[in-house]
């Protein structure tokens, strides 16, 4: 009678942990879906994440998903942290947000895009984006018009001027829009030039001289950030005169211009906190990150043979020297 009684009473004992388990809250989990493998972005998203008081381990999962580049399988990925029951998608970049708004119309998602996402379609207007969807917009894109201006002004004997675009990112069209509006404006040609591997890049700029370029634009494109030493080798190879992001120039390229990806990522993740904390996305307008650099590399100016006027870099955030 007394064993019964202590095997009932053990069984009891050793529900009770259970059963306070399952009253307790279940962890959220985010999933991250990013086109590329960029984890010192991805660190200042989880920066963002602090900032709302989760630390991943502590009260929130992550399940990161990278495609590597390969922007076809994005739609899978996307899929499959749907299948997971993540609790809020983050989305780094076009081509993950696009693949995440096909894949869900419930889960929160929460973006970073480098373009205007009304003109992309993920989202209604800025101020009420409606659905399940919002999140941040650097000025990328919107800045290329300026990037071109600013080569036209180190290059003005450059007739045709390149612009490097991917054309599976949806907003390669948009950049390319505004660039041959840009173009007219100075007089210029630009020859669009679309690289969605890394063996187009090769192929690109091994026709820029029968092409007769003069100078380079390189587009906003993840892949392209992912692959920025092999740009920096081969401009170099090609004595190109090129303007990218910041990061290009602090590597050895000549000029880097533009928005601040690692300040997008980070506004991704505080935006993501105020998911996890009960705000809709519909009811969070979208984020604006305006923290644009301009970094000019004097010792590559030098190799190609360029002035860099003394009004510019007055104006430069940073004169690598």
């Not at 086109?35 to 900032?51: D, K």
């Not at 604006?288 to 009004?311: G, M, R």
């Amino acid at each position: 009678m007394r064993r019964r009684q202590f095997i009932s009473g053990f069984g009891a004992a050793a529900a009770l942990p259970i059963a306070a388990r399952a009253l307790q809250p279940a962890v959220p989990v985010i999933g991250v879906l990013n086109a590329i493998s960029s984890m010192g972005r991805v660190r200042a998203f989880y920066q963002g994440l602090n900032e709302g008081g989760y630390v991943e381990g502590r009260n929130v999962t992550i399940e990161y998903r990278s495609a590597d580049g390969q922007y076809e399988q994005l739609l899978a990925l996307a899929a499959d942290l749907v299948r997971r029951r993540m609790t809020v998608i983050a989305a780094l970049g076009a081509p993950a947000a696009v693949a995440a708004k096909a894949a869900t119309t419930t889960i929160p998602i929460v973006f970073e895009v480098g373009a205007d996402p009304v003109e992309t379609g993920l989202i209604a207007t800025l101020s009420r984006p409606g659905g399940n969807i919002t999140g941040v917009t650097n000025l990328n894109v919107e800045l290329g018009p300026k990037k071109l201006q600013l080569l036209h002004g180190l290059v003005p004997t450059a007739a045709t001027i390149g612009l490097l675009v991917n054309p599976a990112n949806p907003i390669s069209e948009i950049a390319s829009k505004d660039m041959q509006a840009a173009a007219r404006t100075l007089g210029v040609e630009v020859d669009v030039l679309r690289a969605s591997a890394e063996r187009d890049i090769d192929e690109v700029f091994a026709s820029l001289v029968q092409k007769r370029v003069g100078a380079l634009v390189i587009t906003g494109d993840p892949l392209f950030t992912g692959r920025i030493e092999q740009l920096v080798a081969l401009t170099g190879r090609y004595a190109m005169p090129t303007i990218y992001n910041r990061q290009f120039a602090l590597v050895g390229g000549l000029i880097g211009y533009g928005g601040s990806l690692t300040d997008a990522y980070r506004l991704v993740g505080v935006y993501t906190g105020r998911v996890l904390a009960g705000a809709k996305p519909a009811d969070l307008p979208v984020q604006q990150s305006t923290k644009v650099s301009l970094v000019i590399n004097l010792k590559t100016a030098k190799a190609l043979d360029l002035t860099i006027p003394e009004t510019l870099l007055a104006t430069a955030d940073e004169v690598i020297q």
